[in-house]
């Protein structure tokens, strides 16, 4: 009789744990569904770095639940069709483990964060072990708006080498006064690259392995790093170059071969002359031609004293009104090894070498 009694007690408590857990499982799991977004067709096979707000996290699983607000970085590997199409959207981030662990268990819904993911199947993305921090809301309504990034420089791809000025490890970002600018990618699309030349910026999206290498440069030292304009007032780092550099990389190159065939816009000052023809110090690369300009790195000329001739009567006496420190833009090609020439004057620079 106890033993009835025993299994009927024990029989009752097995039917409301299982109806405890029940409880329990079911409106987490329905909760899920109603809140996640499903991977669409054009964000298949994304890979990047992504920034958003946290719903909720499952510490012991490794995972959380994660609402979009910014697509910050598409890696080269990606093969989504359109990666923004993870804005807006919630999704599931697993596969967190190891040190990340640590930043997963700080953080509570709300905060914002970013995070490497990329998404392999079905309807969740997984993080793929690097990049993972907590960072500052998102304040702006526009993400798009290009504030008040340089004009010319808008779309910048490429290899920049300048002095440090500032960092912030946990923020991941860097301050860099350019001087030089090394290479530009061929998916660039500013069109005046190197009047990056002797400005200030501040590039954001350091992470992973480039923390580490960025620790050891102290500010005053210099820093090449690849860095890419996307939006706003900031330069974007891609996860691809960073690393210490000599003062000697930082200065123009002393060969002018990669300036040969140069057509564009300088501006400078002049630094002596002599009839018919000044030394322009060149400060800053303003234009480049692309139909006519056969320059590989017009930066080189950046700092550079280039002997500049008239192309024609007025642009001699153009030349010759010029008076040593003068500072102007002006219109020039690359002739003959190093002999650069006036190719047009600006209406202001033909009426004043035009006066009797």
Do not use: C
Request: no cysteine.
């Amino acid at each position: 009789m106890r033993y009835h009694t025993l299994s009927s007690a024990l029989a009752a408590v097995t039917v409301l744990l299982g109806a405890s857990l029940h409880q329990d499982v079911t409106p987490a799991t329905a909760s899920e569904q109603a809140e996640t977004s499903t991977i669409p067709e054009e964000l298949e096979g994304f890979s990047g770095l992504l920034v958003g707000k946290l719903v909720r996290k499952d510490d012991e699983k490794g995972e959380l639940l994660m609402q979009v607000q910014q697509v910050k970085r598409v890696w080269r590997n990606s093969k989504a069709e359109n990666p923004r199409a993870a804005e807006g959207e919630v999704f599931v981030i697993d596969s967190i483990a190891g040190q990340f662990l640590d930043v997963l268990l700080v953080l509570k819904p709300g905060d914002t964060f970013e995070i490497e993911a990329r998404h392999v199947r079905g309807d969740r993305l997984n993080f793929l072990g690097e990049g993972f921090r907590k960072v500052p809301p998102i304040t702006t309504d526009s993400p798009d708006e290009e504030s008040e990034f340089p004009e010319g420089l808008q779309g910048f791809s490429g290899m920049l080498v300048g002095k440090l000025i500032s960092k912030d490890i946990e923020q991941g970002t860097l301050t860099i006064q350019v001087t030089r600018v090394k290479r530009v990618w061929r998916n660039n699309k500013a069109n005046r690259p190197y009047s990056a030349v002797g400005r200030t910026f501040v590039v954001e999206g350091v992470f992973g392995k480039f923390l580490d290498a960025l620790l050891v440069i102290e500010p005053g030292q210099f820093v090449e790093l690849e860095a890419k304009h996307v939006r706003g007032e900031r330069l974007n780092f891609p996860g691809e170059w960073l690393r210490p550099a000599s003062a000697e990389e930082a200065q123009p190159t002393e060969s002018l071969e990669g300036a040969r065939g140069f057509n564009g816009q300088v501006r400078g000052v002049v630094a002596d002359k002599a009839e018919n023809l000044i030394g322009f110090r060149v400060a800053r690369v303003t234009r480049v031609w692309p139909r006519a300009n056969r320059a590989e790195n017009p930066g080189v000329l950046v700092g550079r004293t280039i002997k500049l001739h008239g192309n024609s009567d007025l642009h001699n006496r153009f030349l010759n009104l010029l008076k040593e420190g003068q500072e102007l833009t002006l219109d020039i090609r690359n002739g003959e090894g190093e002999r650069f020439v006036i190719t047009e004057l600006t209406k202001e620079q033909r009426e004043l070498a035009a006066r009797p």
